[in-house]
């Protein structure tokens, strides 16, 4: 049975696709087998796993509206060694022409049932909201990776999405439950970074992951490139860590 993951923060830029990405990546590098599932219409983790958004005739969006199987619409990242239901702009229709649907929440998770077989992990990019493409994600999911910048607002939007999961957990799926925090682009040089962290330690214990991101340029540009950064440069801290990061989210399935 596959574990599903959402990553999930509704702002932007804070690492949630960088994370989905190099998250597959080293999981797939430690044996897994993996399916990314980019639910977000910029369409950010397809390019950056090496799948071109403009050429494909099949997406996520149609398996949402029930046009297409998962297997149909899925593509093979060969870069990245795992598999991709890639995302386009056509996804940001899907918000409005789900409404019309019964069950609209859950339709990702129907669709992924006929997978479950396939893949260890089920990795979630969510989009930057608590919108009903989040929603789907969540109801979908067995649990939540919340990358934070360690920086003064970080823990303002955290509790806003604290409230959504336990909103779904309530309503849409008991199985929902928050694995943790990662800290991402985290600079040791900066006290700030240093005093948020030790706060996110104090506030939430072990459900702070170990594994803490560093800011790393060679992160940063691996997705103009196609490739993700635990491929495009495996000696770079910033790989290591999500490497690291890979195998301790294996740990944790343990306490699931
Ligand atoms: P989100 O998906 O939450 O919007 P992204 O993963 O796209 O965030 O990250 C936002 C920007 O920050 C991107 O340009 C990305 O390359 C960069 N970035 C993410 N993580 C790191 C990191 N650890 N070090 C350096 N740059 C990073
Ligand atoms: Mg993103």
Redesign the pocket.
Known sequence: MAKIFAIA?QK????????SVNLAAALARLGKRVLLVDLDPQG?ATMGSGIDKRTLERTVYQVLIGLSDVTEASVRSEVGGYDVLPANRELAGAEIELVDFDERETRLKEALAAVDDQYDFVLIDAP?ALSLLTLNGLCAAHGVVIPMQCEYYALEGLSDLVATIKKVHANLNTNLKVIGLLR??FDPRMTLSQQVSTQLERHFGDKVFRSV?????R??EA?SHGIPGVVFDPSSK?AKAYIDFGAEMIERLDTL
């Not at 991101?213 to 340029?217: G, H, M």
């Open positions: 923060n932007g830029g804070v690492g949630k696709t960088t994370t950010n930057p991402v682009m991101i560093p800011r790393n340029v992160l940063a997705p910033g």
